[in-house]
């Protein structure tokens, strides 16, 4: 299949990213969400990365504004898949809220067209039922701040079909990643079976009280040479995400709603990480980039 014309539904950080890099390299890109407010935030976060992709990869202004120019914006779900060859999930970490999300699209969405899901911490096969389409069906997984992390985990299930893994392998080439095929499900992929256990770790000595943020940022950073500690990565992907993950996992184990309940004080104040402003640290000067940070 020759991916054209791509919807991304789900507009939060990571959405607003993928539309934008996809739309960066010529495709035409749909974003969808599920009400206005919502759209207005989109619009205002890709406007936004005009900005770094000026800096970080020295893009010109022309070349950002004509990404924005394939960019469309939907709160109808059937207007927004209508005619895409590939539809990118990047809605909450909630099992219920994506299986309902599937069986809604499917319904919808033309019966050639590929689902691809951005979850970090599912499985696609946990999925792949709701979405009618299970050989159309696999994960498509990239990290924050694309631009630069230009990585793309693709993980098929034992039923998606040899045709749509190569189809969306060559999709992620074409959008300038680095295209990282799974052969076989492996629950956090390649990337977050290395880094999540990281910041789990750090959040646990945290919330037991061992050290403050700061310092355990300090002592990786200093220890490994690494450019950012796991609060600063947090910031990255922003504490939603993570909190979802630990209260998902709270049900009888005290350590992980402890760490969903110190996540909810920080998102409770508006501090949900570098989109915000605020987060463990506050930017555009964030303390961990200060020379004296590491003495």
Not at 11 to 21: K, N, R, T, W, Y
Not at 182 to 188: I, T, V
Request: hydrophobic content about 45%.
């Amino acid at each position: 299949m020759n991916i054209k014309t791509v919807t991304v539904c789900g507009s939060g950080v990571l959405g607003s990213q993928i539309a934008f890099q996809t739309a960066f390299h010529g495709f035409d890109v749909r974003v969808y969400d599920i009400d206005d407010e919502a759209i207005a935030r989109a619009r205002a976060t890709v406007q936004g990365l005009q900005g770094r992709y000026q800096q970080d990869l020295q893009a010109t202004p022309e070349q950002t504004q004509a990404a924005l120019a394939r960019l469309a914006f939907f709160t109808d779900l059937a207007e927004a898949v209508r005619g895409a060859e590939l539809v990118i999930e990047a809605i909450p970490e909630v099992l219920d809220i994506k299986r309902d999300f599937y069986r809604k699209l499917g319904q919808v969405a033309d019966p050639d067209t590929i689902f691809a899901t951005n979850t970090s911490t599912l499985l696609p096969s946990e999925l792949m039922e709701a979405t009618g389409r299970p050989g159309k069906f696999l994960a498509l997984h990239f990290a924050n701040q694309i631009w630069v992390n230009n990585t793309a985990e693709i993980m098929r299930t034992p039923r998606t079909d040899d045709a749509v893994f190569d189809t969306v392998v060559q999709f992620a080439r074409d959008i300038g990643m680095v295209a990282l095929p799974l052969h076989k499900e492996q629950a956090g992929y390649i990337l977050n079976t290395l880094l999540v256990p990281l910041l789990g770790a750090a959040l646990e000595l945290v919330v037991k009280g061992v050290a403050d943020p700061q310092t355990v940022d300090k002592t990786w950073m200093v220890a490994t040479g690494a450019p950012r500690g796991p609060f600063a990565i947090l910031d990255v992907i922003g504490l939603t995400t993570p909190y979802n993950i630990n209260l998902a996992a709270s049900q009888g184990d005290p350590g992980r709603a402890a760490v969903a309940q110190y996540l909810k004080h920080y998102i409770d104040q508006g501090k949900l990480g570098v989109a915000a402003g605020e987060g463990f640290y506050t930017y555009p000067d964030p303390a961990y980039l200060r020379e004296e940070f590491l003495k």
